[in-house]
């Protein structure tokens, strides 16, 4: 008798456990393993080809699959595993029918290179007029029955920056409505896709933390002190109310927040990430911000090193380089000189000596690289023979080239 009730309660456990478990779906607020937010190395993106003031939208109404592909083999070449795209609500508006299909073959490019997808919900006109959110709730069930399914989703981040700009406090009260509005709205529609909201701030994100899964915030801040601090203060709360924390955007020459060391203090932190942007985007925010030019080139490669985890030293035992050291800075000057003053010179020949005096400076950091000289060079070289600008070029090179000159042993 004890014997068959033993087998009989271990039966019963086996049939609880056993059919509970294979029952069970994969929870996307499961936020252990690869779905740690922590781990995430993410990017905004925006084609390079996307027309200007329209460019979050216009890209989704002409969808170029092969641009699409192309640029997240980019993505896919720094290990980067999540994107955070927007999608304006005026692309439902000009282009319903089309958008669904737009959308899961975005997904399906991302997921095919283990990148997550991240879509930030474009605001509607019912941010300024309330009685209008009917509408809002239609778009919003327009995207979830789009998309909700598609196992490339991580997140909804369902209003960008309701705190930007701070003011005037009427609009910032409003959108900050709309953000829980939106938030509720999602999370009542698709209950399996985690909520966040693209906070400018961490003040701003601590005032909306109940309505999102995941705490997310942006640092364009100017100073390595500013960025710790903040990146401090935003883990912190994080900790106290137990949920998740990404920073949804970092990165901005004009904002005097570099790439490198954003990077490196979001990673020592542990703290997930999205740089702005993948994509040099010529138009809009190309000339400050985005890693790759549309032919796969970079403009700095200190970010794509940034990104793999490679940082540039700045602490106190730096090994500056040495160009002159087998006396090419001093060979290279005279060769400038006598080919200036020579009646019989080529174009061929200055071309020569202004390539080398650009290599020197380029590969011992020696000028700036806004304009690098190896493409100067390239320049005159597709351009018409133009003697008077190549002098200018080589003098140009040659007097920055001097000071780091070294006096010669003799034989």
């Not at 070449?77 to 999608?87: D, I, P």
């Not at 309330?130 to 399914?149: M, N, Q």
């Not at 959108?175 to 909201?197: G, S």
């Not at 400076?361 to 020696?366: I, N, V």
Request: aromatic content about 10%; charged content about 25%; hydrophobic content about 40%.
């Amino acid at each position: 008798m004890k014997k068959y009730i033993l087998t009989s309660l271990f039966l019963c456990i086996l049939i609880q456990t056993g059919f509970a478990g294979s029952n069970k779906k994969d929870s996307k607020f499961d936020f252990t393993g690869s779905r740690d937010p922590s781990l995430i190395r993410g990017f905004d993106y925006n084609p390079p080809n996307a027309v200007p003031i329209q460019h979050h939208t216009d890209w989704w109404i002409n969808y170029d699959s092969s641009i699409v592909d192309f640029d997240l083999d980019l993505a896919k070449s720094l290990n980067l595993n999540q994107t955070r795209v927007f999608v304006p609500y005026i692309a439902y508006k000009d282009d319903k029918q089309n958008l669904p299909i737009q959308l899961r073959e975005f997904i399906h490019a991302c997921q095919k290179r283990d990148i997550g997808v991240m879509i930030v919900v474009g605001s509607g006109p019912w941010v300024k007029d309330t009685t209008l959110r009917p509408e809002g709730r239609k778009w919003a069930k327009f995207l979830v029955d789009a998309i909700s399914k598609e196992p490339g989703l991580r997140f909804w981040d369902v209003m960008n920056e309701p705190d930007w700009p701070p003011s005037p406090k009427e609009l910032v009260d409003r959108k900050f409505e709309n953000a829980k509005f939106m938030a509720n709205t999602f999370h009542e529609l698709d209950p399996n896709t985690p909520v966040t909201i693209g906070m400018a701030f961490v003040d701003g994100m601590i005032k909306l933390a109940d309505y999102v899964d995941v705490l997310q915030f942006h640092n364009y801040l100017q100073t390595r002190e500013e960025i710790m601090n903040d990146i401090a203060r935003a883990k912190e709360f994080a900790a106290k109310v137990h949920k998740p924390l990404i920073d949804g955007e970092i990165g901005c020459v004009a904002r005097a927040n570099p790439y490198d060391i954003a990077l490196e203090e979001h990673m020592k932190a542990k703290v997930g990430w999205y740089i702005w942007e993948l994509m040099i985007v010529p138009k809009e925010w190309g000339p400050v911000q985005g890693v790759f030019y549309a032919d796969g080139t970079v403009r700095d490669p200190s970010i794509p090193a940034a990104i793999m985890g490679f940082f540039r030293k700045r602490s106190g035992d730096i090994l500056p380089s040495v160009p002159d050291r087998e006396g090419w800075v001093t060979k290279i000057i005279n060769q400038g000189n006598k080919w200036l003053i020579d009646t019989n010179r080529t174009w061929k020949d200055g071309l020569n000596i202004a390539e080398i005096q650009a290599n020197l400076l380029e590969s011992a950091q020696l000028t700036a690289m806004r304009i690098p000289p190896t493409y100067e060079v390239e320049m005159l070289r597709k351009g018409d023979i133009n003697f008077k600008a190549l002098k200018k070029l080589i003098i140009k090179f040659q007097n920055i080239l001097k000071p780091y000159e070294l006096p010669q042993k003799k034989d």
